[in-house]
């Protein structure tokens, strides 16, 4: 195991790799197998917490469907490499190397079969065969460039290297110890920061909301959720704080404070058809009876005695047939349109993924080295890259990962 790989007597390697989490690994695999002396430092416990964690503890490890306009960035261009030249099927390779059982859920997301730790192992074992040192419960205290490269001060003593990598990922789940210092070491070499946000991340919402909604909680529907030009559709869940569930994940990443969310609840459904056509099919029933056969009934009943579809239907007990076909074009478009004022958002403690993070202005694509500082790298979340929901961030950590391992 690489965690009882000795350490060198003279503690200089060619790599120094902070962050034993997706990206970390795979560029440690990846440059210990060009004979690289390679060390893996993290303040952590545990290798690859947060994809122990992932997919419900299956671990949704890349997406069939990875491109890169499923990422956002303030240089939209900077994944484009990276994704091509380290592809979904190169990490599903390595998977069915490993003969890791697996399967596609939704989307095309792939998830291993049986656990998360299946894939922990996996990179593990890969390390070990390059022989590569890992190093938990490590903390680096300060980075000093020299002539050499950089001399590291850590709680293992001095440790020099020619090439550092900054693998440290986002902010999200402080829980697990995730921290800013990735940040900090970009700041002090040079870098700038793209503002940091919780993405893919449940929506709170206001407590005359809530008074209405919480009942509901647990409760799910598939939806198109919307907002500022983006939209998707997956399921949307009631929770006793707001919303959650896939769509709102999905769009939390475009939200911003202020912002107003769209949702269609019934998608897919030519709406001001449906009704005209149950007008004649089944006039005299009412609207909320008519919504439960579609949505659920408590979920109906909800919906039509908040706000405006509360006068306008009744309460939903109104028949369909006593509607006028303005009445109508107003209801449908109310379900194809319901828009919610989130108050926020659950935070950092809740998000998937941090928003933001190291400008890629001045990293090399192809590379990932700093253009300020040779020698230094930045891989996976730490980096203003983020992916959308389903496998589509790990895939860039894979990726960032094995192309700064072929040149670190």
């Known amino acids: 195991m690489p965690l009882n790989q000795p350490l060198l007597p003279s503690m200089q390697y060619d790599v120094v790799i902070i962050g034993a989490g997706a990206a970390g690994l795979m560029c440690a695999l990846t440059a210990g197998g060009r004979d690289r002396k390679v060390l893996v430092i993290d303040h952590a416990n545990k290798i690859g917490k947060k994809i122990l964690i992932s997919g419900g503890g299956r671990c949704n490890y890349t997406n069939m469907y990875a491109e890169p306009a499923n990422y956002l960035s303030s240089n939209p261009h900077f994944c484009k490499s990276a994704l091509a030249r380290f592809t979904q099927w190169d990490f599903q390779a390595l998977v069915d190397k490993h003969q890791i059982p697996w399967h596609e859920k939704t989307l095309g997301q792939l998830f291993c079969n049986e656990q998360s730790s299946d894939i922990v192992t996996m990179l593990v074992a890969e390390c070990a065969q390059a022989g590569i040192a890992i190093r938990l419960k490590t903390s680096l205290n300060h980075?000093?460039?020299?002539?050499?490269g950089f001399l590291l001060d850590t709680t293992l003593g001095d440790i020099r290297c020619s090439s550092l990598v900054v693998a440290t990922g986002g902010l999200s789940f402080p829980t697990m110890g995730a921290t800013g210092f990735g940040y900090q070491l970009a700041e002090q070499f040079g870098h700038q920061l793209v503002p940091r946000l919780?993405?893919?991340?449940?929506?709170?919402?206001?407590k005359q909301w809530l008074a209405h909604f919480i009942e509901l909680s647990g409760v799910s529907a598939d939806v198109i959720a919307s907002c500022n030009g983006q939209s998707f559709r997956e399921n949307l869940l009631f929770t006793h704080r707001g919303l959650s569930g896939p769509a709102i994940l999905q769009i939390s990443s475009y939200w911003r404070p202020g912002n107003k969310v769209s949702i269609n609840w019934l998608p897919g459904v030519a709406i001001s058809d449906w009704l005209s056509d149950l007008k004649t099919t089944k006039p005299r029933a009412e609207i909320r009876s008519l919504l439960a056969e579609r949505l659920t009934r408590r979920l109906a009943t909800?919906?039509?005695t908040f706000n405006e579809l509360q006068t306008l239907t009744d309460s939903g007990r109104k028949p369909i047939n006593q509607f006028s076909a303005t009445e109508l074009q107003r209801l449908a478009d109310h379900l194809a349109s319901w828009t919610v004022?989130?108050?926020?958002?659950?935070?950092?403690?809740?998000?998937?993924?941090?928003l933001?993070?190291?400008?890629?202005?001045?990293?090399?694509?192809k590379t990932f080295e700093s253009q300020h500082?040779?020698?230094?790298?930045?891989i996976g979340e730490v980096l203003d890259v983020t992916g959308h929901l389903g496998g589509f961030n790990f895939q860039w950590a894979w990726a960032s990962g094995h192309c700064a391992g072929l040149f670190v």
């Open 143 to 148: 980075v000093q460039p020299d002539s050499e």
């Open 373 to 378: 500082q040779r020698g230094l790298y930045f």
């Open 341 to 354: 004022m989130p108050a926020g958002t659950e935070g950092y403690k809740k998000a998937e993924v941090t």
């Open 302 to 304: 909800a919906l039509c």
């Open 356 to 365: 933001g993070g190291v400008a890629t202005d001045r990293i090399s694509s």
């Open 198 to 206: 919780p993405a893919l991340v449940p929506f709170t919402m206001d």
